[in-house]
Structures are given as C-alpha cells and as structure tokens.
C-alpha cells in the first residue's frame, strides 16, 4: 500500500496510508488528509489512483503544489517525491513502511519487502514493453524468480473460440530464462 510520510510544522513525522482511490488533502477537518502549514487551502490537493499510477491535482486555482521543487498542476507521483503543498512537506512512497521487525519476523519481512520491490520494478518495465509474447515472457520470469519456482507456464483462453475454448500454452519459461518448447513438459494439474 503507498503511504506519505507527513512532517508536521512541530512534532514527529506521521506516516499515512494511501488507502483509497480518491484522497482529498488540505486544511479542513473534513478531508482524508488534514494538514496544518501556511498557503495550504482548505481543499487544496488531491490523490487520484487509476488502478496503476498515483496522480496529484490540484482542487483550487489558488493552490501550490510543487513536486521536487517543481511547481505543478498536476502530477504523476513515484517512489521518493517530495511533494509540499503551501508549506506542508510530504513524502510519498509506492512501498508499505513496514514497523520495525521482531526477532522472529525479520528475515520474513526482508523477503516481503525484496518482493515488493521486484513487483515495482517489473511493472516499471513493463511500461516499455511493446510485443504481447515479450510482455507474456516477462511476467513469467517475474513470476518465477519471485516465488522461487523452478519452472511456469502461461495458459490462455481465446474468446474467440466460444465458452468451450482449449486452453493454449502462451508461454512456458524455466528458472534459467530458457523457452520450455511444446506442451509434454507441462502439467495442466495443479
């Protein structure tokens, strides 16, 4: 879940989930986040989630919103941007902020985070992928290296082929990257 990580005027750093698609932001009470600074209206900004990226946009004309020191209407946010709207400054991060681990849940957070990253970096690659079997590869090589398996295949179903449609190996990839060739090394169980 993305967060922003709110530095107050006075005080300690408050960390604030991005929980809904549509986040209203400024200084009246009644918003999902509620700031304090000067210049910040009282519906000054807003978090829009697409369903892929975080958008901010401004809700009043008379609105400042910079991103890294760059004055903006409105914005595409990625990890680590700096957004101050009058003078709130505000962190945003694509990432959870995980708590601090105990003894025992160390190694298992690690791996969720290190998860967590591969995902972000495949979807970032994803963007300048053109060709549907390269996409297909791709997804399938992430898949594979993030859950540890020795091999994957893609089975897809063509609409076109009405309701009782075969399933077709798309694309099957082993650990090594390699093109498992023809479907007699692929199980359809699972």
């Known amino acids: 879940m993305a967060t922003l990580r709110y530095f107050p005027p006075e005080g300690t750093p408050k960390l604030l989930p991005v929980h ?19 210049h910040v209206l009282e519906h000054h900004a807003q978090i829009v989630f697409n369903g892929r990226d975080f958008q901010i946009e401004e809700l009043d004309r008379e609105a400042e919103i910079s991103i890294n020191g760059k004055r903006k209407r409105r914005a595409r946010l990625v990890n680590g941007d700096r957004i101050t ?29 290190g998860s967590l990253r591969k995902l972000f970096e ?18 399938l090589d992430g898949v594979i290296e993030v859950t540890s398996a020795r091999r994957g295949a893609l089975l897809l179903v063509d609409p076109a082929d009405g309701e009782e449609a075969p399933l077709r190996v798309r694309a099957a990839r082993n650990v090594k990257r390699e093109v498992i060739e023809g479907e007699d090394g692929i199980s359809d169980s699972i």
Not at 87 to 104: H, K, M, N, R, Y
Not at 122 to 139: G, K, P
């Open 20 to 38: 809904k698609p549509l986040m209203v932001i400024g200084r009246g009470s009644g918003n999902d986040l509620s700031l304090r600074g000067e």
């Open 85 to 113: 709207l009058g003078t709130a400054e505000l962190v945003f991060s694509i990432f959870s902020e995980l708590s601090q681990p105990g003894p025992d849940d160390g190694a298992q957070s690690s791996r969720e985070l």
């Open 122 to 139: 495949f979807s970032e690659r994803l963007m300048t992928l053109q060709a549907l079997d390269a996409l297909l590869e791709a997804l």
